[in-house]
């Protein structure tokens, strides 16, 4: 028997696919590659390309593996972008997960761990977010894993799909050198490129109602963010029950500007960050409790800003080398 990751050759992904591996839970990758890369899949993990949107090549998966359960990932998980591609997001993330619940359906597999997005927030007006926090996406990318979270839900009062969403908002460093961040929309990357390059990293906004007046964000590393699903698999697959819905958040938050500090730190590259004007729609803050998934999801935030930073320079000089 084995777990099947959708998304497992990305960069979230293949950090669950080591966890799992780990756990001795024996992972399955599913990944059409769009985004991801086929040496971040082990040579002992099987590895089907394909995408979620074919449900056909999805229920061979299942059944070709004996699956249990499923941790789906695989997705367009571009928020910005998705405001000027709703179309390649919906067809991505709903018809992607549509037909993953088919197949699912029909192999008989029950246990579903749900990557979701605090996306689906929006811009809270509360200095914390639960989950009791009302959502109100506004990007298509949002929309669209608030209503994967909705046909997940139906989906299992329909046929008893056991079942749990994990939202978590910026998602950074590096469990290994092997696995990097290469988004080209995430800060990380952001700022480790515009280093390489000789570039100045900028800070878009320092008059915000926060300490050091730049905004303030909840960052999670992904060793820790994979725990998480991990331990979610485990207890659907052993009949517990799980709140439909968890935020994977730190409840205090970093703000930009520390984030440099410790990059400068980290690097030993001296620079002093280009200060520019506030975009629009950027919140002040946005930053989330943890203390449910906490209690049922072992979660816990175990690495701290430096490790963050510095796991993720390790991995993105290893892949540049």
Not at 78 to 105: C, D, F, H, R
Not at 239 to 253: A, F, I, K, M
């Amino acid at each position: 028997m084995s777990w099947l990751v959708t998304g497992g050759a990305g960069y979230i992904g293949s950090h669950v696919v080591k966890a799992l591996h780990e756990a001795d839970m024996k992972p399955v990758v599913l990944d059409s590659l769009a985004s991801g890369h086929a040496d971040y899949v082990p040579d002992d993990v099987p590895f089907v390309r394909a995408t979620t949107t074919d449900g056909e090549a999805v229920l061979a998966a299942l059944r070709e593996h004996a699956v249990e359960g499923v941790i789906h990932l695989a997705g367009f998980k571009y928020a910005g972008v998705s405001v000027s591609k709703p179309i390649t997001t919906y067809q991505q993330n709903l018809t992607g997960t549509i037909e993953l619940l088919w197949a699912m359906n029909e192999a008989g597999v029950k246990p579903l761990v749900f990557s979701s997005s605090a996306a689906t927030f929006g811009t809270p007006d509360v200095d914390v977010v639960t989950e009791a926090t009302p959502t109100n996406p506004e990007s298509p990318y949002g929309v669209s894993k608030l209503v994967d979270e909705w046909i997940i839900r139906d989906t299992g009062r329909a046929h008893g799909l056991r079942h749990t969403s994990l939202r978590y908002f910026n998602v950074v460093g590096s469990g290994t050198p092997e696995l990097a961040d290469t988004s080209p929309h995430n800060l990380f990357p952001l700022v480790f490129d515009a280093l390489a390059d000789g570039r100045t990293p900028s800070i878009n906004g320092t008059d915000y109602p926060t300490p050091d007046g730049t905004c303030v964000r909840d960052y999670v590393h992904v060793s820790d963010l994979a725990l998480a699903h991990v331990v979610a698999a485990r207890r659907l697959l052993a009949g517990d029950t799980l709140e439909p819905v968890y935020n994977l958040g730190s409840g205090e938050g970093v703000s930009v500007r520390q984030i440099m500090d410790t990059v400068r730190e980290v690097t030993g590259i001296d620079f002093e960050p280009e200060l520019k004007d506030r975009r629009p729609g950027d919140p002040a803050r946005i930053v989330a409790s943890g203390e449910l998934a906490a209690r049922d999801l072992e979660w816990q935030m175990r690495h701290d800003l430096r490790s963050m930073v510095a796991s993720a320079w390790e991995a993105r000089q290893a892949r540049s080398s």
